[in-house]
């Protein structure tokens, strides 16, 4: 793991937010369980702002590494500074990745942002469920 990060290596070895929400207020999911990398993204609302955030991943020590801090980026967010976050504010916090791997960091963001799409379409369509 000589050319990840501290930060990456640290993630990866005790990778913070692990898990499912129950009843979670959006559910975010991106790439293809069956042949690659691939995230669920589960947010817990409170007012407007991620009270929470939990996810359960399949891919490799960077993609790891990515879904742990997007988590640290992310609770304790208003909704509207949550989806602002990008791609490159994950890869400020975990201070790089190689370039071979910096398609990984698109994992954490892009199911941030369809967890809060899906938490919308619920709140819109006043199914919370």
Sequence with gaps: M????????AHFRAPKNAGIIEDA???GEIGDPSCGDF???FIRIEGNTI????????????SIAVASV???????????EAILLTDED????LDGLPEEKIHCSVLGITGLRKAIQDHFMRYVSGNKG
Excluded: H, N, W
């Design 39 to 41: 995230m669920r993204v």
């Design 2 to 9: 000589g050319f990840y990060s501290e930060k990456v290596v």
């Design 25 to 27: 207020d959006g559910i």
């Design 90 to 93: 994950v890869l400020r916090a």
């Design 51 to 62: 009270s929470d955030v939990k996810y359960q991943i399949k891919g490799c020590p960077a």
């Design 70 to 80: 997007m988590t640290e980026l992310a609770i304790g967010k208003d909704l509207d």
